[in-house]
């Protein structure tokens, strides 16, 4: 009987071989019995003979066929990625799925019935803003009911209604798609350096990594367009009979229904499906096969769709490439970035990294020829002027709670402008806790050695890594003084003082809590269009593309923190951030200012701000970088542990330790250090860097290290390449 090797999802190296009746293809899902368990798994091999004895070797128990099988392609790249990540092939594949299909239940067939237009939609009453929209979606050609839906959460109601009164009928989907599906809405005329970058990349043969630098406002979104353009059509010199299939990785917080309907708007009659942890599992699962069977045309995803499978891909982008959101950083610690890099070559297909402020491993890949630069050097809106960027020396200022006059008095003149202001606090590393005035004592967390956090408004402490919470105690615990105060400048604590200052002002706070919920966020941002707020207070970017035109001030608060971090990527974090919250400022015709509170203004970090020169400031850090030794001039590896015993902790990264030296390896093993939050949950939590000169090096003491057998207990410890965490 033939044999099948299977790629399940156990933490074990390895596959594992069932016998099957009839032949069955690689990427075919299967379920199997492993031990008591029935499980999913995927074909990744077939074979004629077996290690296992025969009397023990089971028999596939079905034979998934209500999906189709994984490409060769895809799945040579999750093989790849376990390699490279030092993964277990199986929890690797099995993670790159959409939750449906990592079951055996049956794939749903969904009902999505297709719509068509039949009559001329310029009659619909005004008032019917979505039902426009839907017979605007409608003109070109039928769409299925599940495409309709982006558009609003009210299609179905909607789509009822225009059926009622006869604007719209159901149909069958045409199975070809009429060559005016790649029509192009809306195009600008390319400025030169835009059109230099799309040609550059239209014309390279096969795999090509092109990394696009220009500012917020230079026009990358407008050449990805063009580029998508080129990239969907057919193009038999290049050897694309068929259109091709473009993925668009964008970072977490982009991926907004407005962006998504930013590209529908440009690609009106092209299939775009998107791909993000928001979805419920059965949508995901359909947008997937659509992306599989080649009809969606464009993927929109966060970043585990560079998994999505999409057999005609002719174009990669991953858009704001340097951000954190591309890494995952739990399972299979990926960088999609870097997997997106992998996919194109492997596809033999072009890649565009496009940022204002490229990672400093992207930045010398390009200076050192591996990826090719294409500049835009300027914003593409001529009227539209840079903001100016300066800082506030907080030693030579009055303060109020942590926040300068002159800031104060910049907000008060544009509340009486009527124009908004956008407060930025950089919170990494920093977080409004409670102090005792008497005796020093802090709201230390009892289970982490993090701080608790104080929240105003519920008058609680809260701990932001364990979650644990208790009431703000009227008096300090250990001496019993009432002055208890807050230290630091919480979102809260700053809303609270701007509300004081200013009572008549409409104040709204944007922070990780407030944007969780997709709805409050929406709802909010069109406040802040309908000029419903003065003044924004956050802890975390607003996300690109959303222009907010009244908005003209920024400032920032804890600036300070990225320079004082222990982690080396913090003061490239923070000026990254803070050029794209100077982006955010005066995009329109109103000119905008950006004002940082700091005690170093002479710091380079902010001298090249003040310059909006991204060039100098990145080879100041490579430099810095080169002398110390840091990425992206070595390669590192951390393992990290985590256990309730310190002691079992700490032994089991000795022993780990103890292996790399004896190696005796071109790689340098730091020692065993406590992780920079060393508690969480009770948990004591540890780290092993080990860092080489080159990745294959690195790869190969990977490879032979075997950190499997080391005994674990009942530890979490993990691998991560690359890491980005300290
Ligand atoms: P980025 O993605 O770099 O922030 P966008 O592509 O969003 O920049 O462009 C910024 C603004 O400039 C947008 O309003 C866009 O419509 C406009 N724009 C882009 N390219 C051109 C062009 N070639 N001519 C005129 N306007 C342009
Ligand atoms: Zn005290
Ligand atoms: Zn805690």
Same mark, same amino acid.
């Given at each position: ?254 991926? *907004? $229904?407005? #962006? !998504?309907? %930013?590209?529908? /708007? ?5 299939? =775009?499906?998107? +791909? ?80 204002? *402020? $490229?990672? #400093? !491993?992207? %930045?010398?890949? /390009? ?5 090719? =630069?294409?500049? +835009? ?83 609680? #402490? ?265």
């Amino acid at each position: 009987m033939p044999i099948v090797r299977v790629a399940l999802d156990v933490p074990i190296h390895g596959l594992f071989d069932y016998e099957v009746d009839e032949p069955v293809a690689p990427g075919q899902r299967v379920a199997v019995q492993f031990g008591r368990r029935q499980m999913t798994g995927v074909v990744m091999e077939t074979a004629a003979q077996s290690d296992v004895s025969p009397d023990r070797i089971r028999k596939v128990t079905r034979v998934l066929e209500d999906s189709a099988p994984l490409s060769s392609s895809l799945l040579k790249l999750l093989g790849f990625c376990s390699d490279y990540y030092h993964h277990p092939i199986g929890p690797t594949v099995l993670s790159a799925l959409p939750t449906r299909l990592r079951s055996d239940k049956p794939v749903p067939v969904r009902r999505d019935p297709a719509f068509r237009l039949i009559r001329d939609p310029s009659l619909l009453p005004k008032r019917k803003a979505i039902a426009r929209r839907i017979a605007d979606a409608l003109a070109m050609q039928p769409r299925m009911l599940s495409q309709l839906k982006a558009l609003s959460s009210r299609v179905g109601s909607e789509l009822k209604w225009l059926e009622a009164e006869g604007w719209i009928e159901q149909c069958e989907m045409p199975a070809e798609l009429p060559m005016q599906s790649l029509q192009l809405a809306n195009a600008h005329q390319l400025n030169f350096a835009q059109q230099q970058a799309v040609d550059a990349v239209v014309q390279s043969e096969g795999y090509g990594c092109f990394l696009l630098h220009g500012i917020t406002g230079s026009g990358k979104t407008e050449v990805y367009v063009h580029l998508m353009h080129r990239m969907l059509q057919p193009c038999p010199e290049s050897g694309r009979r068929e259109g091709g299939q473009i993925l668009l990785l964008v970072p977490e917080i982009n991926l *907004t $229904p407005q #962006l !998504e309907g %930013y590209f529908r /708007a440009r690609f009106p009659a092209t299939e =775009l499906v998107s +791909l993000h942890s928001g979805l419920s599992e059965n949508v995901r699962l359909m947008n997937w096969q659509q992306a599989q069977s080649g009809s969606a045309c464009i993927v929109l995803g966060t970043r585990l769709s560079v998994f999505a499978e999409m057999p005609r891909l002719s174009l990669i982008i991953v858009d704001e490439e340097h951000d954190g959101s591309f890494k995952q950083q739990d399972g299979l610690r990926y960088s999609a970035r870097d997997v997106a890099v992998f996919r194109a070559s492997q596809s033999g297909v072009p890649i565009v990294l496009g940022s204002a *402020t $490229p990672s #400093l !491993e992207s %930045y010398h890949n /390009a200076q050192t020829g591996r990826y090719r =630069l294409l500049v +835009l050097p300027g914003r593409a809106n001529a009227d539209a002027r840079l903001p100016d960027i300066s800082c506030i020396n907080v030693n030579q200022s009055v303060m109020s709670d942590g926040v300068s006059e002159k800031l104060l008095r910049e907000i008060g003149l544009r509340i009486s402008k009527g124009e908004q202001s956008l407060l930025f606090i950089n919170r990494r590393g920093y977080a409004p806790v409670l102090m005792c005035t008497e005796c020093g004592w802090l709201s230390n967390c009892k289970s982490c050695s993090g701080k608790m956090v104080l929240h105003l408004k519920d008058r609680k #402490l809260r701990c932001h890594h364990c979650g644990s919470q208790q009431s703000m105690p009227v008096s300090c615990p250990d001496c019993g003084h009432a002055g208890l105060h807050p230290v630091g400048s919480g979102t809260q604590r700053v809303e609270s003082l701007l509300q004081a200052r200013f009572p008549d002002a409409r104040i709204l706070r944007v922070d990780r809590d407030s944007t969780r919920n997709k709805r409050a966020w929406q709802k909010m941002r069109e406040q802040i269009h309908a000029n419903e707020v003065d003044m924004l207070v956050g802890t975390q970017m607003l996300a690109k593309g959303h222009d907010f035109p009244s908005l003209t001030l920024v400032g920032v608060l804890g600036a300070d923190n990225a320079l004082y971090s222990a982690d080396f990527r913090a003061s490239e974090r923070l000026f990254a951030q803070l050029m794209q919250v100077a982006g955010r400022a005066g995009r329109a015709d109103k000119p905008g200012e950006v004002l940082i509170q700091t005690a170093f203004p002479d710091h380079p970090l902010f001298r090249c701000l003040e310059r909006h020169d991204f060039d100098a400031w990145a080879s100041q850090l490579l430099a810095e970088r080169r002398m110390a030794g840091f990425p992206p001039f070595v390669f590192q590896a951390m393992l990290r542990a985590e256990g309730k015993s310190e002691r079992d902790v700490y032994t089991y990264l000795d022993s780990a330790r103890a292996a790399a030296i004896a190696l005796q390896r071109e790689v340098e093993v730091f020692g065993v250090v406590p992780a920079s939050l060393a508690r969480r949950a009770n948990h004591v939590r540890a780290q092993l860097l080990i860092q080489a000169g080159s990745r294959k090096v690195l790869q190969q003491f990977l490879s032979d290290w075997r950190i499997d057998e080391i005994p674990k207990g009942g530890l979490h410890c993990s691998l991560d390449i690359d890491p980005l965490e300290f």
